[in-house]
C-alpha cells in the first residue's frame, strides 16, 4: 500500500545542522518531494528528486535517496531559526500525491 | 503575481448549514485539488479536478462536493457540514496532473461547532 513516515518533531540549534527523514512504501514512486510549511501558511515546494537519483543539493539543502531502504531525507546546512517550520515529505505514485504527517522543525537561538 | 486564492481564511459555523469556501488560480493551472490537514495525519486528498468539467474524488471525499465550472476556480462545497469536519483546507494547483509541483492557498480554517 502506499504510505509515508516521518517523526513528528526535530529540534536543533541555530548553526548546527537538521537531519529530516522520511520512509515510503511503494518503490514505484517516479518524484519525492520536500515541501515546507510555515505557520498560517500553505505548503511552499522547497526541492524535489527523481527517483533514479541518489542525491541532489541546492544552496544549503541536500536530499538524500536510498531506493532499496526507500528512505528520503532532507538535510539544512547552518539551520537559522527563519527555517522553524513543519516540513512534509511527499511521492509522487502513478500521478498521484501521498503527503507524510510533517515534522515540526525548532530551532533554537 | 501568480497564486492560489482561497476565501474565507477563518469560518466558524454551525451543523448542517451549508457553505462554501472559494479558490482561484492565476496561472492557467489544468490541475486542481483540495486537501484537508489534520493533526497527525498530514494532507488528505478530499476531490481533484484535471480540466473543466472533470473531477475526481480523492482519499476523503465523504460529506464534500466540487465543481470545476472554470479554469481558474475550484469550489468547495460543505452541504451539510458536521463537527467532524472541523479542519484546515487547503487547496492546490499545477500545470499538468497530480505529479507536478503543487501549488498551495494559505487555506482555510473552519469550524463547525
Known amino acids: 500500500g502506499e504510505d509515508v513516515e516521518q517523526s513528528l518533531f526535530l529540534s536543533v540549534r541555530e548553526g548546527d545542522s537538521s537531519v529530516i527523514n522520511c520512509t515510503y512504501t511503494?518503490?514505484?514512486?517516479?518524484?519525492l518531494y520536500w515541501y515546507k510549511q510555515e505557520p498560517g501558511a500553505g505548503l511552499q515546494l522547497l526541492t524535489y528528486?527523481?527517483?533514479?537519483?541518489d542525491m541532489k543539493q541546492d544552496q544549503r539543502l541536500t536530499v538524500l535517496l536510498n531506493k532499496k531502504d526507500k528512505h528520503l531525507s532532507l538535510r539544512i546546512a547552518d539551520t537559522q531559526t527563519g527555517d522553524s517550520a513543519i516540513y512534509f515529505c511527499?511521492?509522487?505514485?502513478?500521478?498521484?500525491?501521498?503527503f507524510g504527517q510533517g515534522t515540526e522543525l525548532s530551532v533554537k537561538p | 503575481e501568480a497564486q492560489v486564492t482561497q476565501n474565507p481564511r477563518y469560518l466558524i459555523t454551525v451543523t448542517g448549514k451549508k457553505l462554501t469556501v472559494t479558490c482561484s488560480q492565476n496561472?492557467?493551472?489544468?490541475?486542481m485539488s483540495w486537501y484537508r490537514q489534520d493533526p497527525g495525519l498530514g494532507l488528505r486528498q478530499i476531490y481533484y479536478?484535471?480540466?473543466?468539467?472533470?473531477?475526481d474524488k480523492g482519499d476523503v471525499p465523504e460529506g464534500y462536493k466540487v465543481s470545476r465550472k472554470e479554469k481558474r476556480n475550484f469550489p468547495l462545497i460543505l452541504e451539510s457540514p458536521s463537527p467532524n469536519q472541523t479542519s484546515l483546507y487547503f487547496c492546490?494547483?499545477?500545470?499538468?496532473?497530480?505529479?507536478?509541483?503543487?501549488?498551495f492557498g494559505n487555506g482555510t480554517r473552519l469550524t463547525v461547532t
Open positions: 528528486i527523481f527517483s533514479n537519483m
Open positions: 479536478s484535471m480540466n473543466v468539467e472533470v473531477t
Open positions: 511527499a511521492e509522487s505514485i502513478g500521478g498521484k500525491l501521498i
Open positions: 511503494d518503490s514505484s514512486s517516479t518524484y
Open positions: 492546490a494547483s499545477s500545470l499538468r496532473d497530480r505529479a507536478s509541483p503543487l501549488h
Open positions: 496561472m492557467n493551472h489544468e490541475y
